[in-house]
């Protein structure tokens, strides 16, 4: 089974400055897809970002990008120049590429808060 | 933009007692999940739902869980005798197609607080 890891339950940063957060994440398999999820106080999990494993450049969305290791199963998400509306929890996801059955789940980690000082 | 909606917001229930968990995915989308997360842990899977039938659940979808689209646009998640174990946040999420890089679209969650 995969796991996914996050070790940083919260990070602060201050506006307009950078903040990476880390996720590991242990799996058999070759061929998966990883997910950044952001859910603020009391709203859905929005997909902020996601790299498909075969694919050795790093997804960008605007100002978040992702640095994938995948030999050190890693894939942290880099949020730049912050902004208040970054204040979030912020989950890493796992997902097969193997065809287990309709509807591959997500795995997720513990989560990261994100906290902006304005 | 179209969205997941769950309802309620939140449910109080007693410890013995049914509840059914309400969604209505995004119209045009075909697989269904249900996932939950108990206050401080992670987000877990339940179980995913196509066809008109269970495609995956995980082992904390025991007997006491089931899934319904009862008429082509709710998707509910039923708990038949709920236990104080099974207070928690329960998501509903929704994917257009199966292909494992396509999101799952999330509602908001509903918080099931058992008493």
């Known amino acids: 089974a995969q796991t996914v890891t996050q070790s940083q339950p919260e990070m602060s940063v201050q506006e307009a400055e950078t903040v990476t957060l880390s996720c590991t994440y242990d799996t058999s398999e070759s061929d998966y897809y990883l997910f950044w999820y952001k859910q603020p106080p009391s709203r859905q999990m929005i997909l902020v970002i996601r790299q498909e494993a075969y694919k050795q450049q790093n997804a960008t969305e605007n100002r978040f990008s992702v640095n994938f290791q995948k030999a050190a199963k890693s894939f942290s998400l880099k949020i730049s120049d912050s902004q208040l509306g970054d204040a979030a929890m912020y989950f890493c996801a796992y997902r097969s590429a193997f065809f287990v059955a309709a509807g591959n789940k997500l795995t997720f980690g513990g989560g990261t808060r994100v906290l902006v000082k304005p | 933009e179209p969205e997941v909606t769950q309802t309620p917001s939140h449910q109080v229930t007693q410890m013995g007692q049914e509840v059914i968990l309400r969604c209505v995915p995004i119209s045009n989308h075909l697989y269904f999940y249900w996932y939950r997360q108990i206050l401080g842990q992670k987000v877990e899977f339940l179980v995913s739902f196509y066809n008109n039938e269970i495609s995956e659940k995980s082992e904390i979808f025991d007997d006491q869980f089931s899934v319904e689209r009862p008429d082509g646009s709710n998707f509910t998640l039923k708990i038949r005798s709920t236990k104080l174990e099974d207070s928690a946040m329960y998501f509903c999420?929704?994917?257009?197609?199966?292909?494992?890089?396509?999101?799952?679209?999330f509602g908001d969650g509903t918080r099931l607080s058992i008493l």
């Open positions: 999420a929704s994917s257009v197609i199966d292909s494992s890089n396509q999101p799952q679209h």
